[in-house]
């Protein structure tokens, strides 16, 4: 029988069973999930006993070229400054063209050469850059092919957190962690791993959010049954806090994909489909104002702490 018991704090009254369909590749697939009545946390019941045929070849890009010598400059001029180090110039760079990660990076207290671990690195694509810029990267990912690095130096390992030995300065899981069956087991050992000081930041989608009340079964971070885990803020708090961490600092950082991928599903439009505007811009039924328009809504929603994800850097108290 299946439990109604949350996850995530233990309530199970009133809780209840909602359904969700396969929409990324359109098999159209149908899954449980149960909502807590108290603290909104959703949760996929049962896995599919292999996942593997759900990740669709694309869903992670494991080839990787050399970044260019002037991009990597780029790189290490721009972010360097954040981290301690640094000229005139990055401070301009980095105030003139933000990187993408500086809203997040700039919080977690890094310095030059500092350890960072990133959980579910696919090819390494984000740490690749901040090695660039200075740190000392590592990714793992359970689904890489095999042990290997970068052009850059970042070690990238087919390894599993829990096998992990080594402490870090920051532990990244930039939108891997609603993939993983065991989010309180991986929150846990992150924690653990941590030097101190440390952060762990966590990138995730939010059902807490307007896209899940507008698009419900259609909202296209649901992500049956890739997503496992959709917390909201209330219910991420809580398991941070259950694994002795604290959360310092929420980010609001959704986008307009919320919109146009939502808008799609509801059109029965699949996100890996040829007539998506996630492969073909031009033919896709959205102008260039309406996704200007959907850009404007993300920001006004972030500034609302309503859109459909954040980034929430968490710490152990005391250090
Ligand atoms: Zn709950």
Not at 44 to 56: E, K, N, Q, R, S
Not at 166 to 191: C, D, G, W
Not at 266 to 279: C, G, L, T, V, W
């Amino acid at each position: 029988m299946t439990s109604m018991r949350c996850i995530v704090c233990g309530n199970e009254a009133g809780n209840r069973l909602l359904q969700a369909r396969e929409k990324m590749n359109g098999t159209l697939d149908s899954f449980d999930y149960l909502q807590c009545a108290a603290c909104g946390h959703l949760h996929l019941v049962v896995p599919p006993t292999d996942l593997g045929p759900y990740y669709a070849k694309g869903y992670y890009s494991f080839h990787s070229r050399a970044i260019p010598a002037w991009r990597q400059w780029l790189y290490r001029t721009r972010t360097s400054s954040m981290l301690g180090g640094g000229s005139w110039l990055g401070k301009m760079l980095e105030r003139i063209k933000p990187p993408y990660y500086s809203y997040w990076l700039g919080k977690t207290g890094l310095r030059l050469g500092n350890r960072v671990l990133d959980v579910g690195s696919g090819a390494g694509n984000l740490i690749r850059i901040l090695q660039c810029a200075g740190l000392e990267c590592t990714g793992i990912d359970p689904y890489l092919p095999e042990n290997s690095s970068t052009p850059e130096g970042v070690e990238l390992r087919k390894a599993d957190l829990m096998d992990e030995r080594k402490t870090y300065h920051a532990i990244l899981f930039n939108h891997s962690f609603e993939h993983v069956p065991n989010p309180r087991e991986m929150l846990q050992t992150a924690a653990s791993l941590l030097e101190p000081g440390g952060c762990v930041v966590v990138r995730i989608p939010l059902s807490d959010s307007f896209a899940f009340f507008h698009y419900g079964a259609d909202w296209f971070q649901w992500d049956a049954p890739r997503h496992q885990n959709l917390f909201t803020k209330n219910s991420f708090r809580q398991l941070a806090e259950q694994c002795g961490l604290r959360v310092d600092t929420v980010l609001d950082d959704s986008s307009d994909i919320q919109f146009w991928a939502s808008e799609q599903y509801r059109r029965n439009i699949f996100h890996n489909s040829k007539e998506s505007y996630a492969h073909n811009e031009r033919q896709a039924t959205f102008s260039k104002r309406q996704i200007q328009e959907f850009k404007r809504w993300a920001k006004w929603l972030n500034q609302m702490g309503a859109g459909d994800q954040a980034a929430f850097i968490c710490r152990k108290p005391g250090s």
